[in-house]
């Protein structure tokens, strides 16, 4: 996790300092925005490995970041971080890409779990995109071309 760049958003102005200096201790590049305005304008400035977000925030939403966060770069992980306990919440944030949902006030070692498995899931994805590049898949069924044979799956 040392190094990589992460995105607080939120209102709550003494949330949003007690997490910044835990995720700066943990080795985390830490940028802070306090609404989804400001959130949306860093995003669109620059590329972060990793956003949380509260949902509930005046000017523009956490839905809006989370939005953004996801259209800007897909491989960005986003973390919902709310008070909002309703579960359609978390469907919707869900359903624009969130990454993973907590609820507030969270330990800041349940968060730092929930970064660091997102960081994993991130560095998942990017090698498959990576190996897609090299490997001939099937454009039918998705599955690795075996092109000695001419047909799709390996060993065929």
């Known amino acids: 996790m040392h190094g ?5 958003v939120d209102d709550e102005q003494t949330l949003l300092d007690c997490l910044s200096r835990d995720l700066i201790i943990a080795g985390l590049k ?7 305005e400001e959130a949306i304008h860093k995003i669109k400035n620059r ?3 990793l956003v949380t977000t509260d ?20 491989h960005t992980m ?11 919440s978390a469907v919707d944030a869900f ?3 969130a990454d993973d949902f ?8 349940e968060l ?11 560095e998942l994805l990017r090698m498959i995109a990576y190996y897609e590049k090299f490997l001939p898949m099937c454009s039918h069924c998705a599955k690795l071309q075996d092109n000695r044979s001419n047909k799709p799956g390996l060993g065929n």
């Open 55 to 74: 949902l509930v925030m005046p000017v523009r939403d956490g839905f809006q970041v989370v939005k953004e966060a996801k259209q800007m770069s897909p």
């Open 112 to 122: 730092l779990c929930r970064i660091a498995n997102c960081f994993a899931k991130q």
């Open 30 to 36: 830490v940028t802070t925005a306090v609404n989804g």
């Open 95 to 97: 359903r624009l890409g």
């Open 47 to 49: 590329v972060f490995d």
């Open 4 to 8: 990589k760049s992460i995105l607080i």
């Open 102 to 109: 907590l609820q507030k006030p969270c330990d800041t070692d």
């Open 78 to 88: 986003v973390i919902v971080l709310t008070g909002d306990v309703a579960s359609e």
